[in-house]
C-alpha cells in the first residue's frame, strides 16, 4: 500500500512539473503583449509578427474613458511580459493600475511619445490632452515607433525584423493617407464639416482639412446638456448640414436629440452612418484592423457628405 500511495504522489508530482516546465518554456518562446485599445493591439501585431502573442483588454464597442479593470483584467495584466497602453489620459479610469504594474514590469504610454507641441487640448481646457492620436497617421506613426523601440529593448535579437516590419507597415499607412486625401477631395469644400458625438475626430479632422465638432468634450465621461444640444442644432441649422454622426463606442441618444431638435426648427437631418472612433470593429472583420476601420470610417463620411 505504502509503495502505491508513493507511486500516486510521484506521478502527479511530475506531471506538474511537467506542465510547469510547458508553461515556462512556451512564455520564454514567445512573450505575452497586453495593450488597452486594438488600435495598439493590431500595431503590435503588425510590428512583432509572430515573434509575441498579443492581448487587447477592450474589445468592439467598449469605450476607453469609461473603462474600469476588470479582476480578470487584473490577472491578464499580471500575466503578460509588456504592457502598452495608449496614455494622455485615455483610459483614466487605469491609471493607478498602470502606476503599479510599471513597479514590476515594461509598461509604455505609447502617447506620451509624442512631442507636446504636436497634441491637441480641449478648447475649453487646454490643460486636458487630446488622447485620440491614432486618428492623425503621422502622428500615430510617432506612437508606433515607441512600440518598435520598446520591442527592441525586450527582444534585442529580433532588431533586424521588427524595424523591417515597421518600415512596411509605416509605407501602408502613408498608402493610406494617400488614398484618404484623394477620397476626401470628392465633398465640396462647404460641406466638409463633421458632427459627431465626441470630440473624436479633431487629429483627423486637421490631417484632412475637415471641420470636426463633437457634441460631448473629447472625453465620453464629460457631461452633455440641454445647452450644448442646442448649440449643434443651431450649427447644424445655420450651416444646413444634412447629416451627423453616431458613433460605434458611444450611445446614440445624444445625436438622436439633436436630429430632433433640428426636426422642430423645420430642418431635417440625417444618421450619416456609424464611424468607429474609441474602439474598433470585431476581430476577423476588415474594420477590426486599424486600416479596414479607418476606411471605413472615410467611406462613410465621404459618401454622406458629398
Known amino acids: ?73 487584473l490577472q491578464t495584466l499580471e500575466e503578460g511580459d509588456i504592457i502598452f497602453y495608449n496614455g494622455l489620459h485615455l ?3 487605469m491609471s493607478d493600475v498602470f502606476e503599479k504594474m510599471e513597479k514590476e514590469k515594461t509598461v509604455r504610454g505609447i502617447g506620451e511619445a509624442i512631442p507636446k507641441d504636436r497634441i491637441l487640448s480641449n478648447e475649453e481646457n487646454p490643460d486636458l490632452a487630446d488622447p ?42 502613408a498608402d493610406l493617407s494617400d488614398w484618404t486625401a484623394s477620397r476626401i477631395s470628392e465633398i465640396p469644400e462647404k460641406q466638409r464639416i463633421l458632427i459627431t458625438a465626441h470630440d473624436a475626430f479633431h487629429y483627423f479632422g486637421n490631417s484632412v482639412g475637415l471641420d470636426v465638432r463633437g457634441l460631448q468634450g473629447i472625453s465620453t465621461d464629460s457631461e452633455y446638456g440641454l445647452k450644448d444640444i442646442q448649440n449643434v442644432v443651431d450649427f447644424l441649422v445655420e450651416n444646413n448640414i444634412k447629416a451627423v454622426f453616431v458613433e460605434s463606442s458611444v450611445s446614440d441618444k445624444a445625436m438622436k436629440a439633436v436630429i430632433e431638435g433640428a426636426k422642430e426648427k423645420g430642418h431635417t437631418i440625417q444618421i450619416g452612418g456609424e464611424l468607429y472612433s474609441d474602439a474598433m470593429g470585431a476581430e ?19 459618401d454622406s457628405l458629398k
Not at 502505491?4 to 510521484?10: A, E, K, N, Q, S
Not at 476577423?284 to 465621404?302: A, L, P
Open 91 to 93: 483610459e483614466g479610469k
Open 284 to 302: 476577423g472583420t476588415e474594420e477590426g484592423t486599424y486600416i479596414g476601420m479607418y476606411k471605413h470610417n472615410v467611406n462613410t463620411i465621404v
Open 1 to 73: 500500500m505504502k509503495k502505491i500511495l508513493f507511486l500516486f504522489i510521484t506521478t502527479i508530482l511530475l506531471v506538474g512539473c511537467s506542465n510547469n516546465t510547458e508553461r515556462s518554456s512556451d512564455k520564454e518562446g514567445k512573450p505575452l503583449v497586453i495593450t488597452t485599445t486594438g488600435q495598439i493591439a493590431d500595431a503590435v501585431k503588425e510590428i512583432a509578427g509572430d515573434l509575441v502573442e498579443v492581448k487587447s483588454l477592450m474589445g468592439p464597442g467598449v469605450d476607453p474613458h469609461l473603462y474600469k479593470a476588470t479582476q480578470g483584467d
Open 132 to 173: 485620440h492620436i491614432w486618428f492623425g497617421i503621422e502622428i500615430w506613426q510617432i506612437a508606433l515607433e515607441e512600440i518598435t523601440k520598446t520591442l527592441i529593448e525586450e527582444l534585442p535579437d529580433q532588431k533586424d525584423t521588427f524595424v523591417k516590419n515597421e518600415q512596411a507597415y509605416f509605407q501602408k499607412l
